[in-house]
Nanobody, 124 residues
Framework: VQLVESGGGLVQAGGSLRLSCAAS????????MGWYRQAPGKQRELVAA????????NYADSVKGRFTISRDNAKNTMYLQMNSLKPEDTAVYYC??????????????????WGQGTQVTVSS
């Protein structure tokens, strides 16, 4: 699975951005996708996730009500619509795809794939 992000940039507080993540390769094997972010000096954190099939979503408390994750299966693309941006949203945003499967020995396995990251900067 290969992931390519786009859509980052510089925006003023209160503004909006939409991130995109285009997936290619063995996309049929993806069970879930998500957006993570990492600010300087901080650990990478989950921002939002979406489960394949049913499409259920999960958000970090800090972005609930402001960010919306979605996925276009026909285009193999995931989006993150970010509204009411705050300076504390400034970070490098990474796209993640997770596959889960059972190997030949019968063990459950999980693989994570990452995009290259896209910078989001929110000025005050």
């Amino acid at each position: 699975v290969q992931l390519v992000e786009s859509g980052g940039g510089l925006v003023q507080a209160g503004g909006s951005l939409r991130l995109s993540c285009a997936a290619s390769g063995s996309t049929f094997s993806i069970n879930a996708m998500g957006w993570y972010r990492q600010a300087p000096g901080k650990q990478r954190e989950l921002v939002a996730a979406i489960i394949s099939g049913g499409g259920s979503t999960n958000y970090a408390d800090s972005v609930k009500g402001r960010f919306t994750i979605s996925r276009d299966n026909a285009k193999n693309t995931m989006y993150l619509q970010m509204n009411s941006l705050k300076p504390e949203d400034t970070a490098v945003y990474y796209c993640n795809a997770r596959t889960q499967y059972v190997d030949d020995a019968g063990w459950a396995q999980r693989d994570d794939y990452w995009g290259q990251g896209t910078q989001v900067t929110v000025s005050s």
